[in-house]
């Protein structure tokens, strides 16, 4: 079941990872310098018709015009949307100016819209697909690591509210993937090395034989070579299949948020700014942490722990409470921040815990105090 091993072609070099939704079945293209197989497998969907590019201006100064000029030699008609960098483009207001804008360049329903940029981009212009004439299909061309791995399969599109992240937003599939490992090459280390995070989060959660991959290929991975192509093919594969089990998070999906309790309570204790915490260094702070607090309850042995926290470590991944510059708060103001999060249910703290490398499961009713305690020590 490598998911390399079905579908690698020789020339050019790609692979493709199928997800199984029936009727909203899509393919992820994964490889190195995919402008012309990418740009012909956009015009398939709407030949002859129009793109509408939604990008960053980070992104679209170094991206769009190359993935303009492949798209209009594939035929098609391209219009571009740019939006500023950042997860304050994830508003109300960006939405309507996308929404609008999507409109004046005449993108119709048979129209396709292209999320060019990362998980930011594709979250907001696939809702403003899902939304634009009750919904018009769209692309993502993820050009983050996370975006990836993770963000643009699976259909959870949205924006954030001011009572939180992602509290509006709608599942609309994407109808292609495009993940080109070449435009990882201008991302930024850290960028980088936080999409890298969510990468080892699919060997914890079920695959030991792919964390202990990890362990031995992590540094290669940021080549953005073959290795990445693995990395990216086996994290996509291990995404799919949990969508395709539950599309719409009534049960498994939850997996898919190891680490991001604990990790979302720290972005919001530095109120989201990036510069002190991006998403996949919390996410690898919440997982070393859900590690080791499983081995304080005697779920998960205290080695596996460790050897989570020491390969994050190794690539340079934040994995305390520590790790994090300027003043969190305390364990209260944590597990406050904890209780906010959309996947509390009646007040009962819902956790991702371990009984080992690749064995995490699903624990509901945590016990708050088992928790506070816990952090407490972890703050000590
Ligand atoms: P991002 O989109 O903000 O991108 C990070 C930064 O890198 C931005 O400044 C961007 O301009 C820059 N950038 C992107 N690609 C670049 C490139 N190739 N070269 C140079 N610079 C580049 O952040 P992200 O980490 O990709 O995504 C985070 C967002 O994804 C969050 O809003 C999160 O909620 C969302 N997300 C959604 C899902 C989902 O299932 N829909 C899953 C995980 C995360
Ligand atoms: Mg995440």
């Known amino acids: 079941d490598d998911p390399l091993r079905a579908t690698a072609s020789a020339e050019p070099r790609f692979t493709t990872v199928p997800v199984k939704l029936g009727e909203r079945a899509y393919e992820i293209v994964i490889g190195r310098d995919l402008l012309a197989e990418g740009a012909q497998r956009v015009a398939a969907l709407a030949p002859g018709g129009a793109v509408a590019i939604v990008t960053d201006t980070t992104v679209g100064g170094l991206h769009a015009v190359a993935i303009t000029d492949a798209l209009e030699a594939a035929g098609l008609r391209v219009a571009r949307v740019e939006i500023p960098p950042g997860e304050g483009s994830k508003s109300y207001a960006e939405f309507a100016r996308v929404c609008d804008a999507l409109i004046e360049a005449r993108i119709e329903r048979g129209d396709l819209v292209l999320a060019l940029g990362g998980g930011v981009v594709g979250d907001l ?50 109808s292609l993937v495009v993940a080109d490992l070449a435009l990882l090459d201008t991302l930024s280390p850290r960028e980088f090395r936080a999409g890298y995070a969510e990468v080892v989060k699919y060997g914890l959660i079920d695959d030991r034989a792919f964390f202990e991959w990890c362990e031995a290929n992590g540094a290669a991975v940021f080549e953005a070579g073959e290795a990445c192509a693995y990395a990216v093919a086996k994290s996509c594969a291990a995404k799919a299949a949990v969508v395709a089990r539950d599309e719409h998070e009534n049960g498994d999906r939850a997996l898919l948020n190891l680490g991001h309790t604990f990790g979302h309570a720290l972005e919001r204790a530095v109120a989201y700014d990036g510069a002190r915490l991006v998403h996949g260094e919390g996410v690898a702070i919440g997982m070393a942490l859900a590690f080791r607090f499983s081995a304080r309850l005697g779920l998960a042995s205290g080695q596996d722990a460790g050897r989570v926290a020491r390969h994050l470590q190794a690539v340079g991944l934040p994995t305390r409470l520590q790790d994090v510059p300027g003043d969190i708060g305390d364990a209260d103001s944590l597990l406050d921040a904890m209780a906010q999060d959309k996947k509390v249910r009646r007040g009962a703290l819902t956790f991702i815990l371990a009984r080992g490398i690749g064995e995490s499961f699903i624990a509901r009713d945590v016990s708050r105090d088992d928790v506070r305690a816990f952090l407490a020590d972890e703050f000590a």
């Open 125 to 174: 212009a696939g809702f403003a697909a899902a939304s634009l004439r009750r919904g018009v299909r769209f692309v993502q061309w993820p050009t983050t690591l996370l975006s990836q791995v993770d963000s643009s399969v699976g259909g959870k599109t949205g924006i954030n509210s001011p009572h939180g992240k992602n509290l509006v937003g709608a599942f609309h599939q994407p």
